[in-house]
T-cell receptor, first 116, second 114 residues
């Protein structure tokens, strides 16, 4: 079955360490996204990528970095510059439809990062 | 800019009660509207959607009608079950230069007791 795989599901980090969250999709979707979820705040967009080798900052990109070397993969690095990294991180993808209609995102199961 | 506002939670109901979760939005043009559901420890799943005014999205007994005159997309279900306990997110897609990005509400936690 096609879908999005995020790993690891749980991750613990010491302050000052960088960590990388993996996101892989086999849906042949063009666009991929990273969202951060905090209790009571909904989802906030960190980065997104429409095509390979191109990505754009979302609303809360500071302290994060991404790469898009392959269509299937969009890893997120949480750097030591991120002041409050403890959160649930969600990766999503979609087949960009050129803005002509509904735009349905498919989500992974998420990765929970805890800073010790 | 675009925004989505959901009713404050959490919402606690008894099984077979009627559910309404309010959602209003602010957007230019004619956005598409969505309800996503998140079960504990999981990612989000699309519950239903509507792409134009007066459209009604429905799935698994849930319904929502796109009301442009009131900029609303309230979620309803006639008889909830314990298995409906989850977090529900209202979202919009504004199209144009949104490049596929969705704007989400803050989520509403629903707990259904037997």
């Amino acid at each position: 079955d096609g879908g999005i795989t995020q790993s690891p599901k749980y991750l613990f980090r010491k302050e000052g360490q960088n960590v990388t969250l993996s996101c892989e999709q086999n849906l042949n979707h063009d666009a991929m996204y990273w969202y951060r979820q905090d209790p009571g705040q909904g989802l906030r967009l960190i980065y997104y990528s429409q095509i390979v080798n191109d990505f754009q900052k979302g609303d809360i990109a500071e302290g994060y970095s991404v790469s898009r070397e392959k269509k299937e993969s969009f890893p997120l690095t949480v750097t030591s510059a991120q002041k409050n990294p403890t959160a649930f991180y969600l990766c999503a993808s979609n087949l960009v439809q050129g803005g002509t209609g509904a735009n349905v995102l498919t989500f992974g199961a998420g990765s929970r990062l805890t800073v010790l | 800019g675009n925004s989505v506002t959901q009713m404050e939670g959490p919402v606690t109901l008894s099984e077979e009660a009627f559910l309404t979760i309010n959602c209003t939005y602010t957007a230019t043009g004619y956005p598409s509207l969505f309800w996503y559901v998140q079960y504990p420890g999981e990612g989000l799943q699309l519950l239903l959607k509507a792409t134009k005014a007066d459209d009604k999205g429905s799935n698994k007994g849930f319904e929502a009608t796109y009301r442009k005159e009131t900029t609303s997309f309230h979620l309803e279900k006639g008889s909830v079950q314990v298995s409906d306990s989850a977090v529900y997110f209202c979202a919009l897609y504004a199209g144009g230069t949104s490049y596929g990005k969705l704007t989400f509400g803050q989520g509403t936690i629903l707990t259904v007791h037997p």
